[in-house]
């Protein structure tokens, strides 16, 4: 087995407690047995399926903040302690990634999410759905109350969990009435509201949330860290995402796992941005009276703008990718090497997504 396979099974070991304990909750409170079965099977479904990134995120940045020096050098091994607390912590993110996937499925009439049917078209569940979602949402604070309510941090938690709700319902909202499926309006596109959308959307909850988490539980206090923080991976996630809108026109479906669709569902991508920003006038034109249609047609002469000379995608994404290496290498170099904040834990994360190809 891997030491990748090995980390994934001890998280998810963890899960499997967290899922008896919220069992157990409803036991305790004279849940009917239809009622437990039905909460299993919308965590079991909704939770644990994907890459669990974030989730893990939280325990890679706990042990290298409390098991290496400033060097790099391994000191220590987390005790078993440690290594719960931070998973839980890891977890609760992945029941927030659920609980937002849950609803954005309902909001966006997807079919399928990671291989399978979107919660609300599994037989029999339809609008409950949406409550099952506030359940999967629920769990989060039912888990910080029970582990981490002795905690000096524990509000710390709560107001990191909440803040971050707020801010991806904002980025949620702004995503939603800019590129509704069904109206497409390029005049309410441009690389600002692209950048708003990306960063409320993900980069606080996919990059800071988990930093700041395992930030919070190794006792960091100095406020200014979390400030540094925020200025670093607000840009990791802008660039995680824009690679994802790069990937899903030019990545290989093989490779990526998903046939790219943002043209057909007018998504508000960079791509689409970067190509209005610089279109001539007879190119705006193609793309308002192709993009967003349910026509690979239509799809194909989109792709064609993107690829003209004045465009050239490929060549502007190069340029953007390694200007972002830069730009957020020069923002990790300059954290101070000192306690409670390695510059470690930051090129960890931006080893995991530079140059990505899925």
Request: glycine share 4%; proline share 2%; hydrophobic share 35%.
């Amino acid at each position: 087995m891997s030491d990748k396979q090995a980390k994934r099974e001890r998280f998810e070991h963890v899960f499997s407690t967290i899922v008896d304990e919220l069992l157990t909750y409803m036991k305790d409170n004279s849940m009917p047995d239809d009622a437990i079965a039905w909460f299993k099977r919308n965590l079991d479904y909704n939770t644990p399926g994907g890459k669990l990134n974030r989730g893990l995120s939280v325990v890679d940045t706990v042990d290298l903040l409390l098991c290496t020096d400033e060097s790099g050098k391994r000191t220590r091994e987390l005790s078993d302690d440690e290594y719960f607390k931070a998973a839980v912590l890891g977890w609760c993110i992945e029941l927030l990634q659920a609980y937002f996937l849950v609803a954005d499925d309902m909001m966006d009439a997807s079919i399928t999410r990671r291989g399978h049917a979107c919660w609300y078209r599994v037989q029999n569940v339809g609008n409950i759905a949406i409550n099952d979602a506030f359940m999967l949402e629920g769990a989060i604070y039912f888990l910080l109350k029970k582990h981490f309510r002795g905690e000096r941090y524990y509000v710390d938690l709560l107001e990191l969990f909440h803040d971050t709700t707020f801010q991806t319902e904002l980025g949620q909202l702004v995503d939603l009435i800019t590129a509704p499926e069904d109206s497409v309006d390029l005049s309410k596109f441009s690389l600002d509201k692209h950048h708003l959308i990306v960063v409320y959307k993900t980069a606080f909850y996919s990059f800071y949330l988990p930093v700041a988490l395992a930030m919070r539980m190794c006792g960091v206090d100095d406020e200014n860290l979390y400030k540094r923080a925020l200025d670093i991976l607000l840009p990791l996630g802008e660039y995680f995402q824009i690679q994802d809108d790069y990937l899903d026109c030019y990545g290989t479906p093989q490779v990526i796992g998903k046939i790219g669709t943002d043209i057909l569902d007018n998504k508000c991508s960079w791509n689409i941005n970067v190509a209005l920003e610089n279109a001539t006038p007879e190119q705006r034109q193609v793309l308002d009276q192709n993009y967003g249609r349910k026509d690979s047609a239509c799809e194909q002469r989109v792709k064609e703008i993107f690829n003209a000379s004045n465009i050239d995608l490929k060549k502007r994404f190069e340029q953007y990718e390694q200007d972002s290496y830069h730009r957020i290498h020069s923002l990790i170099n300059e954290i101070p090497e000192t306690q409670g904040l390695k510059r470690s834990v930051f090129v960890s994360f931006f080893d995991k997504v530079y140059k990505r190809s899925k």
